[in-house]
């Protein structure tokens, strides 16, 4: 039975290697917040912010972070990327419940591995995604 458990490992380690596999293990990949943003008013000005992080990466302040915005903020509101922090602010004209989605790419530095020779820069993935909702008075 105990050898039915380890079929899944032995599977993936064939399949991607044993970097990939001991990188997923520890699950080092980007992560937005969860984020609940507060309700705005018409002709008020609105401020918001975040911080990501690379999940289970002690050096995550090294990364390279850009974010992108799909679908409309509320008209007047824009967004600021400050390294790993993406504020929402401005003085929103409309009112409405407006629903968009927030993607951000990673960019790793390359850390020179005297052992092998090699640049390590490897994560489980670059780049998440979550969608979000602003609703204005």
């Known amino acids: 039975m105990k050898s039915l458990k380890l079929l899944p490992f032995l599977f993936c ?3 991607f290697g044993c970097e990939d596999i ?3 293990i520890f699950n080092k990949r980007p992560e ?3 984020k609940s943003f507060g309700v705005g008013y018409v002709n008020n000005y609105y401020y918001e ?3 990501s992080e690379i999940k289970n990466e002690p050096r995550d302040d090294d990364y390279g972070y850009t974010y992108e915005i799909y679908d409309d903020l509320p008209e ?3 967004t600021y990327a400050n390294y790993r922090t993406l504020s929402i602010e401005g003085t929103p004209l409309v009112s409405g419940t407006f629903t968009f989605t927030i993607h951000l790419y990673v960019d790793p530095p ?3 591995d005297e ?3 090699e ?3 490897s994560l489980c993935s670059y780049s998440t995604s979550k969608e979000f909702t602003i609703i204005i008075d």
């Open 13 to 15: 380690f064939l399949l």
């Open 22 to 24: 001991i990188e997923c």
């Open 32 to 34: 937005i917040p969860d």
């Open 49 to 51: 912010e975040f911080t």
């Open 76 to 78: 007047g509101l824009q």
């Open 110 to 112: 390359e850390y020179y």
């Open 115 to 117: 052992d092998s020779g």
């Open 119 to 121: 640049y390590e820069d």
